[in-house]
């Protein structure tokens, strides 16, 4: 009966036998990636030195893409991130900022991390794949969810495409992060502004605006740069398209149309944050938008007009063109606007955040138009379904049945 054949990437026993040259030759046999055994061998002054050079150029055979040859049950689950991470880079199938948003949830960003952080490297970095049992990481997913369910969330995402990645290259059969415990989430009903609490809003910025104090934020002390205008008319280009913050920021003069009937706004880029060389996280400009669907041209009402119109006269020169920027023209971070916003609504406005004016524009256009006709002004690919479920502030419209519903009461 023939010998079982080797695995792919393996060899066989090594044999040593001196030469009459006085030096030791090691041979043995090798099954590449294309499934044939080949002879190989190497040459050395002592047999042992023969023999390690054989297994170095055996190791050097190996395909250099195919790292499941490299991948045990014995690899450590941070060995694993690293080449799960390195195959989302090489297949460019996610964005930079989205391998940004997974590698911030599996390392630490600095020595100085705060107590009670949880990361995955720091957390089950040091566990084997075999040791990487669904029970282990239900436990962790658990842990974590008691308090923080959004990160927890972030995890089993991160978790299930490492694990899948071994499972990808034989290492195991099975996923185990696949049958892990539901992580709980927190349903809410969309909540909007009603159009008497966004005029009550904006009268609030406006005396923001002026360096006057309200509701839970101080007045401006009078020294340093004065309170800008600029978060004012971003909240109302928000209030006035729908548009996400990052959208809204990366706006240029050469997508709007003021002069059109009716005047247009293109959205067709976003503002993201990537890691840099430097390791530092700074935005840019995205030539694209979330989705394809966001890729849109809105309508612009008559306020938001006004606002861009002034905003011309005040702009400041940039090589993006961009229409909102910081007073030296670079981009305007949406985490440094989102700052200012919490200073400018103040306490009394407190639930009301850049997303709200989504939800309020959603629900204005679905009460008139349709849900259809709201997820299309919003820039969602699934039509009406994402938008009636997380956006617009208004039940079900069911029909009239008391015809029906009367009788029994006859």
């Not at 030759?25 to 002054?45: I, L």
């Not at 308090?147 to 996923?175: Q, S, Y």
């Not at 205008?229 to 398209?241: E, N, P, S």
């Not at 890729?295 to 005040?314: D, G, I, M």
Request: hydrophobic share 40%.
């Amino acid at each position: 009966m023939p010998n079982p054949p080797l695995a792919i990437g393996t060899y066989g026993s090594i044999s040593a036998k001196r030469q009459p040259s006085g030096r030791w030759r090691a041979s043995t046999r090798f099954r590449d990636d294309d499934g044939v055994t080949r002879p190989v061998q190497a040459f050395g002054p002592t047999k042992p030195r023969a023999i390690a050079a054989l297994k170095d150029r055996v190791k050097d055979r190996r395909h250099a893409g195919s790292r499941a040859l490299d991948l045990t049950l014995e690899t450590k689950l941070s060995e694993l991130a690293d080449w799960w991470l390195a195959e989302l880079e090489f297949e460019e199938r996610v964005s930079p900022q989205t391998i940004d948003h997974y590698r911030r949830h599996l390392y630490p960003a600095s020595k100085r991390i705060r107590d009670g952080t949880v990361k995955i490297n720091t957390a089950l970095g040091g566990l084997r794949i075999r040791e990487a049992t669904t029970t282990r990481l239900d436990a962790h997913l658990k842990a974590i969810a008691r308090t923080a369910p959004a990160k927890a969330r972030a995890h089993k995402v991160v978790l299930t495409g490492m694990m899948a990645f071994a499972v990808r290259h034989d290492v195991i059969r099975h996923n185990p992060v696949l049958n892990v415990a539901r992580i709980p989430r927190r349903i809410q009903r969309p909540r909007a502004a009603d159009l008497t609490t966004l005029r009550e809003l904006r009268a609030q910025l406006e005396t923001w605006v002026a360096g006057a104090a309200i509701p839970g934020t101080a007045a401006h002390p009078g020294r340093g740069p004065r309170r800008s205008r600029i978060v004012l008319d971003v909240a109302d280009f928000l209030l006035g398209t729908g548009a996400r913050t990052g959208e809204a920021l990366a706006m240029r003069w050469q997508d709007i149309d003021l002069d059109a009937a009716p005047p247009r706004a293109t959205i067709c880029g976003t503002i993201v944050r990537i890691t840099h060389h430097d390791g530092v996280l700074r935005p840019i400009r995205q030539e694209w938008t979330k989705t394809h669907a966001g890729y849109r041209s809105v309508v612009l009402p008559q306020f938001v007009v006004e606002a861009l119109r002034r905003r011309a006269t005040e702009a400041v020169p940039n090589p993006l063109d961009l229409v909102f920027t910081v007073r030296t023209g670079g981009i305007y971070d949406p985490h440094n606007f989102r700052r200012s916003w919490r200073s400018a609504r103040g306490s009394r406005f407190a639930w009301v955040t850049p997303k709200t004016f989504r939800k309020s524009v959603a629900t204005l256009i679905a009460n008139e138009h349709g849900a259809d006709r709201a997820a299309q002004q919003l820039g969602h690919a699934d039509r009406g379904l994402t938008a009636h479920r997380h956006y617009i502030d208004s039940p079900s419209q069911v029909g009239d049945f008391t015809s029906v519903l009367d009788d029994p009461a006859r």
